[in-house]
């Protein structure tokens, strides 16, 4: 018998708002998180391997927008915490 250990990693990632509210739906429509989606998203992604790299040519750019800069240096977990509880 194995001893696998799972190990999970939070992280931050910037997503379109359009792509979220489908992703909230979906989640909530299938009764599960929208970690488990992305997760499984990310793995048919990655399983793909080379063939996905085809189709992302074929993927429309997303929207780009100044964001009006660096809050914080993201490195800074506890003045990142700091800001994001300020707002």
């Not at 970690?35 to 399983?47: F, K, Q, T």
Request: charged share 30%; no cysteine; net charge negative.
């Amino acid at each position: 018998m194995s001893n696998m250990v799972n190990h999970t990693m939070k992280t931050t990632l910037n997503i379109d708002d359009t792509v979220m509210q489908r992703l909230r739906e979906e989640a909530t429509k299938r009764g599960t998180t929208m970690s488990a989606l992305v997760e499984a998203g990310l793995r048919l992604v990655l399983d793909e391997g080379a063939s996905f790299a085809n189709d992302i040519e074929q993927l429309p750019e997303l929207p780009r927008w100044n964001s009006g800069g660096h809050l914080v240096d993201i490195s800074n977990r506890a003045e990142l915490y700091r800001v994001m509880e300020e707002e």
